[in-house]
């Protein structure tokens, strides 16, 4: 019987070829270019989510609570009738306590690598020259482990500090303004007074010229002597197997340690939450072409209602029934849906592999760049479930008025 169904449905379609062709070139062009476009959109997205996962700790623990501590006194009389406003709270040397303990936790977990950092400021005087620096300290044997710099060394390389504790690492930005290169010496002070001789054992480059002018790289030991914190660090770095485990993590982390713990959800939460309304944005724009081309169903099936009235009286008088009426028009959707995929998802590949295949060079940069395509099979699945879905609901309404057509009224009307 269902052949009987897309028999008669293909016929009616092909009565009217010139529409029917135009109602399934504008499915078509709608699936290619939602594909194409939706495509370049999500690569784009995973490309830059890659990159803000890749150079930035996936879990960052700091030196400081999440809320601030209750001073002992409210917490011994919270009802009390006196109170004390403007306690200053004992000075205190900054720090996480105990941070090798947290540091061996952590390492106990699956999927982690961890590794304790003390930053602060410092100040290189260079041929007259002050450039204000943030000093990194780090163990260096762990900066590949919990750090992407060492993919942006331009001269030397990582071993290299580990080999040299009085060594330091400066991006290409700080050594372009100051005119240095690698294996010089220079001085670095900190606000505490202390200064220390560093020979440069490598410089990097990650494009960000606030980053590479700014950062430095030098051996934990080195900055905790320079800050006059000694076994001190004021971070925790924090990388993961999986960085989607990461805002579970550390709110599993944060309840042992209790230093706030910062994943990189929440530390980019404002950048997400643009990237999540480009997207809806963007579906809007590139599903109203479809929403268009359904148009050009609904005017085609509903044309054919019209013209094949008699021939739908004849239908029912031989036994057929509502339903089947109905379901004749909605093959026509599903054809006109399925083949408008048919050659539009084909279509719509060949305009990601063209769009690619673009290089482009961005202002003040030296590499080239290519279009991030994403080509995962939910852009496929998506593009081509929303085309058919828009083809048969462009359907649905003129099968149902077909169904309800009655026969004796057709045919009176004929006959008159």
Sequence with gaps: MMSVFLNIALHHLLARKRQTLVSLLGIALGTAFFLGISAMMQGSETDFIHRLIDNSPHITIQDQYRNSQIQPIARLYPDAV???????PETETRGIRNYKQDIDYLLG???????????????????GKDEALTLNGMIPKDIDQVSTIGQYMIDGSIKDLTENPDGIIIGSELARVLSLERGETITVSAATGQSHAFKIVGIFHTGRASFDEAQVFLSLKRVQALLDRPNRANTIVVKLDDPYRAQALAAQIEAHVAYKAVSWQEASEDILST???????????VSAVLVVAAFGIYNVISTVVMEKQRDIAILKSMGFHARDIQQIFLFQGILLGACGCAVGLPLGTAIMYALGRLTFKFPGSTQLNQMPIDWGWKQFAVAGGFAFVAAVGAAVLPARKAAQLKPVDILRGAGA
């Design 82 to 88: 006196v109170q004390m406003h403007r306690v200053k």
């Design 109 to 127: 977990l699956p999927g982690v690598q961890a590794s304790p950092m003390l930053q602060g400021q410092g100040l290189l005087s260079f041929a």
């Design 275 to 285: 990237l999540a309304l480009r997207n809806i944005i963007m579906y809007s724009v």
